[in-house]
């Protein structure tokens, strides 16, 4: 079984910065692909970042200039450093994960989520 656990999320003024991290933990193989989603109040889940294993990283349009993603290999984990903070970019924030687990299945696991609200 593979656990991504979420934290860093909370509330902050408009223009502040937050930093979310994910740690990924359990019976890993490999970790691939890693990512940050957000689903605001009444929306569909959408994709704010993705970095791959060997450090290719992509952003939607709406945060490039303001978000940064990173992972540490080393230590199973990925960040989102989110600058310049919007009342729009508040949402829950799920950690995401392609993980390759010991058994040699290659399956998408999801975090529980994180709050991020930003006020004007």
């Known amino acids: 079984q593979v656990q991504l656990v979420e934290s860093g999320g909370g509330l902050v003024q408009a223009g502040g910065s937050l930093r979310l991290s994910c740690a990924a933990s359990g019976s890993i193989f490999s970790l691939n692909t890693m990512g940050w989603f957000r689903q605001a109040p009444g929306g569909q889940r959408e994709l704010v970042a993705t970095?791959?294993?060997?450090?290719?990283?992509n952003y939607a349009e709406s945060v490039k200039g303001r978000f940064t993603i990173s992972r540490d290999n080393a230590k199973n984990t990925v960040n989102l450093q989110m600058n310049t903070l919007k009342p729009e970019d508040t949402a829950v924030y799920y950690c995401?994960?392609?993980?390759?687990?010991?058994?040699?299945?290659?399956?998408?696991?999801w975090g529980q989520g994180t709050q991020v609200t930003v006020s004007s």
């Open positions: 970095i791959s294993s060997a450090g290719s990283t």
């Open positions: 995401a994960a392609t993980v390759t687990a010991t058994s040699l299945k290659t399956n998408l696991y």
